[in-house]
């Protein structure tokens, strides 16, 4: 098993159009670490994200990736947007959406191979989407769409999953599964939580990243009321 810092941020600064939203910001996030990033909104979450996910080229400040101790250019990372983001009336099944996250494994002018195809089909039965293949994303309940995005994220296998405020179109009867799920695949790749349910955070995480602007790191989560006095209020 792989260890050690996977994602490394050093002194970055980030934003957009000239504005500065994160300012020097330090982070490690370790090959299996299950990391719960918490912050106001506005605050510079989603910003830090498309800075890992490679979306946003930092204003200055370094990102570093590393397999197995060595500098790479870049990581598998797979990614559940947040809800906001999706087009459901873009008509597009629910097998073809979760193949979509092979994409970038695939030749660009050769048809998917079937050990790729055999990976969907994996990912929809450890989904429990068996029998929706076909269906429309517009069709599917919020948390059947969870699962449909949730499956585009991990059927490459990633060293890494980021998951983007999921509470907010999480169908209930599925949200045990999701957690129960997401410590499963904490075994295999890291995983990066964004939520501004801090209970949620606290309850499934390993370590804490409070963003708003600057980024304050805490080690494990049993948080005193003295931090979350100074950080989170």
Same mark, same amino acid.
């Given at each position: ?15 957009? $159009? ?164 997401? $410590? $499963? ?44 006095? $100074?950080?989170?209020?």
């Amino acid at each position: 098993m792989e260890t050690g810092p996977m994602i490394k941020l050093s002194h970055i600064f980030g934003g957009y $159009e000239g504005k500065t939203v994160l300012h020097d910001v330090n982070l490690e996030i370790g090959s299996h670490d299950f990391l719960g990033i918490i912050g106001p909104n506005g605050g510079g979450k989603t910003t830090l994200v498309k800075l890992m996910l490679g979306l946003l080229k930092p204003m200055s400040g370094d990102i570093e990736f590393l397999h197995h101790g060595r500098k790479t250019d870049e990581l598998c990372i797979g990614y559940l947007p947040q809800y906001s983001s999706i087009d459901r009336k873009f008509p597009i099944s629910v097998y073809d959406v979760i193949l979509s996250g092979l994409n970038r494994q695939k030749s660009l002018f050769r048809p998917f191979t079937p050990e790729q195809h055999g990976l969907v089909r994996q990912t929809i039965a450890r989904m429990g989407l068996e029998g929706m293949e076909q269906r429309a994303i517009g069709e599917l309940s919020g948390g059947q769409m969870q699962r449909a995005l949730l499956g585009r994220a991990l059927v490459s296998n990633p060293q890494a999953v980021i998951l983007d405020e999921p509470n907010t179109y999480i169908d209930k009867r599925f949200e045990t599964k999701l957690y129960s799920l997401l $410590e $499963e695949i904490n075994g295999e790749c890291a995983v990066i939580l964004v939520s501004h349910d801090i209970s949620t955070v606290l309850t499934h995480a390993k370590n804490i990243a409070y963003v708003n602007g600057t980024l304050r790191y805490h080690s494990g989560t049993d948080i005193s009321d003295g931090w979350m006095k $100074e950080f989170l209020y």
